[in-house]
């Protein structure tokens, strides 16, 4: 993987450890407006975005970039983990979801599994981002 943005990493705690024991370089932010710009600045593999960010919560900046064309594989990490929280940040974009407390293994995993499908697709020149409708 060739980078990972979190948005926001106000507690390096979170996601810091990423960065220190991956050859993952993790670019972080403070708030959601800055994780946008970031991301629509940036080339990275993954995205990882918390739901309840300052000044722009985690679910616009998703459907900002989607609507954007943007399909950078977003991760969400959140405090709401209940299934319909779940369902609603996936319909908005997001490609998983992790509800804290969580594994650090367990983010690493995710966050590979997304970068290298992410890559696969853009080497076939396929969209990596699909909307499905279940009747």
Do not use: N
């Not at 932010?29 to 080339?43: I, N, R, W």
């Not at 995205?47 to 950078?72: H, N, Y």
């Not at 974009?93 to 992790?98: A, I, K, M, T």
């Not at 509800?99 to 853009?122: C, D, G, M, N």
Request: hydrophobic share 40%; net charge positive; proline share 6%.
């Amino acid at each position: 993987m060739s980078a990972a943005l979190c948005a926001p990493c106000s507690r390096p705690a979170y996601i810091g450890p990423m960065a220190t024991s991956t050859a993952t370089p993790a670019a972080t932010t403070a708030d959601g407006e800055e994780g946008l710009a970031q991301a629509l600045d940036g080339q990275y593999d993954v995205l990882i975005v918390d739901r309840r960010l300052p000044k722009l919560d985690g679910l616009t900046v998703i459907g900002s970039l989607r609507s954007k064309g943007i399909e950078t594989p977003a991760l969400i990490l959140s405090a709401l983990g209940q299934i319909d929280d779940r369902v609603k940040g996936l319909r908005a974009g997001g490609d998983d979801y992790l509800p804290k407390p969580y594994s650090f293994s367990e983010l690493l995993a995710r966050t590979e599994v997304l970068a290298f499908r992410s890559r696969h697709q853009r080497r076939r020149g396929k969209s990596a981002y699909r909307r499905w409708r279940i009747a």
